[in-house]
C-alpha cells in the first residue's frame, strides 16, 4: 500500500477514536455534574435536623451549635455564614399556631411502612432513619420519608404554649424540596410505638443502635385526627433552610411521664423559640376520614 493510501487509511481510525475520547470526557462531565447535583440535595436533607440515612457524620457544618449559651438559637446566625437565614430569614420555624387561619383542603396521605430501628444520638436530639419506600402525598408532591427526631419541649406552640415534646417527621421530593410533618406529645398513656425506640435510645452522643431484628412504623405515632395547620417555613435547626412546607397536626398523642422523663434526661431542652410569622398565611385543615 502507498505511503499516501496508508495516510488516508490510518486518518478515519485516528478520528474516530478522538471522537470517542471526547465523548467519554463528556459522558464523565456530565456524570459529575449529576452527581453534583444530587449530593446538593442530599446535603440539604442531610441538614434538614441531622442526616436521614447515613449517619457517619453528626453535621456537615463546619460550625458547632447548641441550644444554650453562646451557640444558641440567639447567636446560630453568627456562627457561621452558613447560618445566615437563622438571622436573616423572613420564613422561619417554628412558629406560634394562633390567630386567623385560612381554610384549606386535607390534602394529606401517609403511606409509611416498618423500618429496621436505626437509632442515632446525634448530639442535638434522638433521631430515627428511615429506609426508602415510605411516603407521604401532600399538595399534589410526593415526599420520602427520610427520618424522625425528638424535642422538648414543642417547638411550634398553640396560643402561646407549647406541649411537652414535638415529633418531627421529616420527607424530601425528587426534586429536593423537604416536607415536615409536627405532631405534639403530651403527658397521658404509655405510647408502645414510642416505647420501641425508648428501649434502644443511645445515651452517649454520636452512639448508634440498628436493631434489625426490630422494627418500627411511623404510622402508629400519628394520631387517630389527621386534622392540621399548614405554612411555608424553615429548618428549625442551622443552617434554618428555608422553603420548607410544614404540616403540623392539631391532635397530641400521647406519652407517659416516664417516656417524657426518660427523653428529658439526655435532652432537657433542645426546641428552638418560636419566629416571627412576617405576614405569612397560616392554614388549617379539618380531617375529612
Not at 411537652?164 to 421530593?173: I, K, R, S, T
Not at 417516656?259 to 433542645?270: M, V
Request: glycine share 8%.
Amino acid at each position: 500500500m502507498r505511503q499516501v493510501d496508508r495516510l488516508l487509511f490510518r486518518r478515519p481510525i485516528a478520528v474516530g477514536i478522538v471522537s470517542l475520547v471526547l465523548a467519554g470526557i463528556a459522558a464523565i462531565s456530565l456524570l459529575w455534574r449529576m452527581l453534583g447535583k444530587e449530593s446538593d440535595a442530599a446535603g440539604i436533607a442531610a441538614s434538614a435536623e441531622e442526616p436521614p440515612y447515613s449517619n457517619e457524620k453528626e453535621s456537615t457544618h463546619p460550625a458547632s451549635w447548641g441550644y444554650t449559651g453562646e451557640t444558641g438559637p440567639a447567636r446560630w446566625g453568627d456562627l457561621s455564614p452558613e447560618f445566615a437565614a437563622c438571622k436573616d430569614g423572613v420564613s422561619q420555624s417554628p412558629i406560634d399556631l394562633s390567630g386567623d387561619t385560612e381554610t384549606k383542603p386535607h390534602d394529606l396521605a401517609f403511606r409509611y411502612l416498618a423500618t429496621p430501628l436505626d437509632v442515632v444520638n446525634n448530639g442535638h436530639t434522638i433521631q430515627v432513619s428511615y429506609v426508602p419506600g415510605s411516603t407521604l402525598a401532600a399538595d399534589g408532591k410526593q415526599y420520602a420519608l427520610l427520618q424522625f427526631h425528638f424535642h422538648r419541649a414543642s417547638e411550634h406552640t398553640v396560643d402561646g404554649m407549647p406541649a411537652d415534646m414535638e415529633l418531627h417527621l421529616v420527607h424530601q421530593g425528587a426534586d429536593g424540596s423537604l416536607a415536615v410533618v409536627g405532631i405534639f406529645l403530651t403527658e397521658g398513656q404509655r405510647n408502645e410505638a414510642l416505647q420501641k425506640v425508648w428501649d434502644n435510645m443511645p445515651t452517649q452522643k454520636g452512639e448508634k443502635r440498628l436493631m434489625e431484628g426490630n422494627t418500627v412504623d411511623a404510622t402508629d405515632l400519628l394520631p387517630a385526627d389527621l386534622a392540621y395547620y399548614s405554612y411555608d417555613g424553615s429548618l428549625t435547626t442551622p443552617p434554618c433552610t428555608e422553603d420548607v412546607s410544614w404540616f403540623v397536626l392539631r391532635k397530641p398523642v400521647e406519652a407517659s411521664a416516664e417516656q417524657l422523663a426518660q427523653f428529658a434526661a439526655l435532652y432537657a431542652n433542645n426546641a428552638r423559640p418560636t419566629q416571627p410569622l412576617n405576614g405569612r398565611s397560616l392554614f388549617f385543615s379539618e380531617d375529612s376520614g
